[in-house]
């Protein structure tokens, strides 16, 4: 279930909503824009009601939450209505709690000790993070020779002029990024803008079979 979310679209914006009526209008513009698959962090007291109304009000948009880091959150935003959860790290706990639940989750790592844990508890698909601080590219690249089953998502500085180093990676199945949808778009509520760089984005990646 998880390999097919992550597959719906090679960029996943990640998305701080501080106005809930900031949400649908954001996800209608990544949708417009070729983008089909939105992660909503739980960073803000908007969050939760951001994701339930995406998941109401935006045929074809498939809504995640992030920034979970216990298994309080991940339920929250699953009855919220996310699709995905998505976790800067992981813990034993979060892990056994994710193992009990219906919901996709890619846990977060940065580490090949954190690989090891992730692996031991069954997950194949990680978050890469902080990608630019834990190596970037060539960590990936490490990585992958070490562990050959393992799909990464690098989020954390990944953006319009380095995403192609990654997607040279075949080991990487998307990217997340949050330049898509800056504060100063949401702000001004420049939701064209927002389309603009999301078909952008789009139409500039260039995967790689190696």
């Given at each position: 279930?998880?390999?097919?979310?992550?597959?719906?679209s090679?960029i996943?914006p990640?998305?701080?909503?501080?106005?809930?009526?900031?949400?649908?209008?954001?996800?209608?513009?990544?949708?417009?824009?070729?983008?089909?698959?939105i992660?909503?962090?739980?960073?803000?007291?908007?969050?939760?009601?951001?994701?339930?109304?995406?998941?109401?009000?935006?045929?074809?948009?498939?809504v995640?939450?992030?920034?979970i880091?216990?298994?309080?959150?991940?339920?929250?935003a699953?009855?919220?209505?996310?699709?995905?959860?998505?976790?800067?790290?992981?813990?034993?706990?979060?892990?056994?709690?994710?193992?009990?639940?219906?919901?996709?989750?890619?846990?977060?790592?940065?580490?090949?000790?954190?690989?090891m844990?992730?692996?031991?508890?069954?997950?194949?698909?990680?978050?890469?993070?902080?990608?630019?601080?834990?190596?970037?590219?060539p960590?990936?690249?490490?990585?992958?020779?070490?562990?050959s089953d393992?799909?990464?998502?690098?989020t954390?500085?990944?953006?319009?002029?380095?995403?192609?180093?990654?997607?040279?990676?075949?080991?990487?199945?998307?990217?997340?990024?949050?330049?898509?949808?800056?504060?100063?778009?949401?702000?001004?509520?420049?939701?064209?803008e927002?389309?603009?760089?999301?078909?952008?984005?789009?139409?500039?990646?260039?995967?790689?079979?190696?």
């Amino acid at each position: 279930m998880l390999e097919n979310i992550l597959k719906i679209s090679p960029i996943v914006p990640v998305v701080t909503i501080k106005k809930v009526e900031d949400a649908v209008p954001i996800a209608k513009a990544l949708l417009a824009g070729g983008i089909g698959v939105i992660e909503i962090t739980l960073r803000t007291d908007a969050a939760l009601k951001a994701i339930a109304d995406v998941s109401k009000n935006v045929s074809g948009m498939t809504v995640g939450a992030g920034t979970i880091s216990n298994p309080e959150q991940f339920k929250q935003a699953t009855d919220a209505g996310a699709k995905f959860i998505v976790s800067p790290g992981l813990t034993t706990k979060l892990a056994q709690f994710a193992q009990t639940q219906k919901t996709a989750f890619l846990p977060g790592v940065a580490t090949i000790s954190e690989i090891m844990h992730a692996r031991e508890n069954g997950f194949s698909y990680l978050k890469f993070f902080p990608a630019s601080l834990a190596g970037g590219a060539p960590a990936i690249k490490q990585f992958t020779s070490l562990f050959s089953d393992i799909q990464f998502c690098p989020t954390g500085g990944v953006n319009l002029e380095n995403m192609n180093e990654y997607f040279s990676i075949s080991k990487v199945v998307c990217i997340g990024g949050s330049w898509i949808t800056p504060d100063s778009l949401i702000g001004t509520k420049n939701w064209s803008e927002i389309e603009r760089l999301s078909a952008e984005a789009i139409s500039k990646v260039k995967r790689s079979s190696i």
